[in-house]
C-alpha cells in the first residue's frame, strides 16, 4: 500500500477512488522526475552529483575519438618518428597527368606504378 493511501485511510479522509488512483500515479510520476534531476544535482550542496558508470565511458569513449582526430595527436606521432630517425612521407596516387603535374609542382617526387598509375610522395618538414 502506498503511503498516500495509507495517510488517507489513517486520518479518516474520503476520497474517492478515482481521485485516489490520480494522486497515487502522479505521486509516482513526480518521484520518477525527480530520481532523475537527483542524479544530475544535489539539493543539499547543489553541485553536480556523479555520473553512472556507462555516462563516464560515452564521455571517455568521445574524448578519445576527438584525440586520435587531433592535430596535436599528429604532430606528436611525427615529432616521435623524426627523433628515431624515420623519414615520414606524405603520398598520394595519381591516374592523370594533370594531377602529376600539379603535384610535382608542389615538390612531391614521383614514382612510376603501371600504366597511367604514379605514386607522389613528398618528405614532411
Known sequence: MWAFEEYCLSNSHKISPVDLVYWSRRVEELREIYSHREKYLNP???????????????????????????????????????????????????????ELIQLSNKGYECQIMGTNKWLMRKKYN
Open 44 to 98: 543539499i550542496s547543489g553541485t553536480q552529483s556523479r555520473a553512472s558508470p556507462e555516462e563516464i565511458d560515452q564521455k571517455i569513449e568521445a574524448k578519445l575519438k576527438e584525440f586520435i582526430q587531433s592535430q596535436e595527436l599528429k604532430e606528436a606521432f611525427l615529432k616521435m618518428l623524426k627523433e628515431n630517425g624515420n623519414e615520414t612521407y606524405e603520398s598520394k596516387i595519381v591516374t592523370s597527368e594533370e
